[in-house]
C-alpha cells in the first residue's frame, strides 16, 4: 500500500453500528441512555430540594396576589371603620372618634389594624390631632410621625401639628425644623403663614433673635395680605426692629 494510501483510503466497516459503539466509547461520550439516567439519578437525590423550589415560587406569586385581595378588603373595611371616627370627630367627640365607642374602632385602633391601608395611615393623623387635643403630647408626636402625608391635602397641617406637639414637651429644635417644613409652600396662603409665626415664636424662645427677625420680615413680605403679618411689626418692634425696607 502506497504512503497515500495508509492514511487516506477508507475504512471498510463489517459492523457499522459496532463501530459506532466504539468510536462512543473509546471517546467516552455517554449514550442518550446514559444521560437520561444521569439526569433521573440526580433528581432522585435532589427531589425534595427541587420540590422545595418550586413551592417557594409558587408560594411567592400566590402570595402577591393574595396580598393584593386581602389588601383590597381591608381597605374596604377600613373606611367604613374610618368612616364612623370621623363623624365622632367632626361633633368633638374626641374621646370615641380616638378609643371607640365599644361597638365601633376608634383611630387608635384602625391606625393599628388597618395600617397597610390609605384610612390606616389616615388614621394616624387624626389620632395625632386627638392626642394633641386632649394633651397628650408623646402620642401625638407618635401618631404624627407614623402619618405619610405624601400626596394628601392635610400633609402641612400633619407637619405643624408634629411641630406643637414637639414644642410642648420643650423639643424646640425640632419643633422649628417642622415648622418651617410646614411653611415651606408659598402658595398656601392660610397654612404657611400660620406656622412660619410660630416659627418664629419658637426662635424667640430660644433667645435666637437674629432668626426670629428673619423669620417674622420673610412672613411680612411673603404673606402680606395674611392675619399672621398684623402682627409683625408688633413682633419686630419687641426685638427692637421699628421698620423694615
Known sequence: ????????????????????????????????????????????????????????????????????????????????????????????????????????????????????????????YYAGICCLKTGDFANAEKYLKKFDGKGTLVTNVAKGALGDALMEQGKTDDAIKQYLDASSDDENLLISPLYLERAGLAYELKNNTQEAIATYKKLKEKFPQSQQARNMDKNLARLGVYSIE
Request: charged fraction near 20%; glycine fraction near 8%.
Open 1 to 124: 500500500m502506497s504512503k497515500h494510501d495508509k492514511y487516506t483510503a477508507p475504512r471498510t466497516l463489517t459492523n457499522p453500528q459496532a463501530s459506532t459503539q466504539s468510536i462512543e466509547e473509546e471517546l467516552n461520550i455517554p449514550s442518550a441512555q446514559d444521560r437520561l439516567l444521569v439526569v433521573e439519578n440526580w433528581y432522585q437525590a435532589n427531589s425534595k430540594m427541587v420540590n422545595y423550589a418550586l413551592i417557594g415560587i409558587l408560594a411567592i406569586v400566590v402570595g402577591v396576589f393574595g396580598y393584593k385581595y386581602y389588601i383590597g378588603g381591608q381597605s374596604k373595611k377600613a373606611n367604613d371603620a374610618i368612616f364612623r371616627a370621623q363623624t365622632y370627630y367632626s361633633i368633638d367627640s374626641i374621646n370615641w372618634a380616638l378609643n371607640g365607642d365599644g361597638n365601633n374602632l376608634g383611630f387608635k385602633k384602625i391606625a393599628d389594624k388597618f395600617s397597610g391601608t390609605p384610612a390606616g395611615n389616615l388614621a394616624n
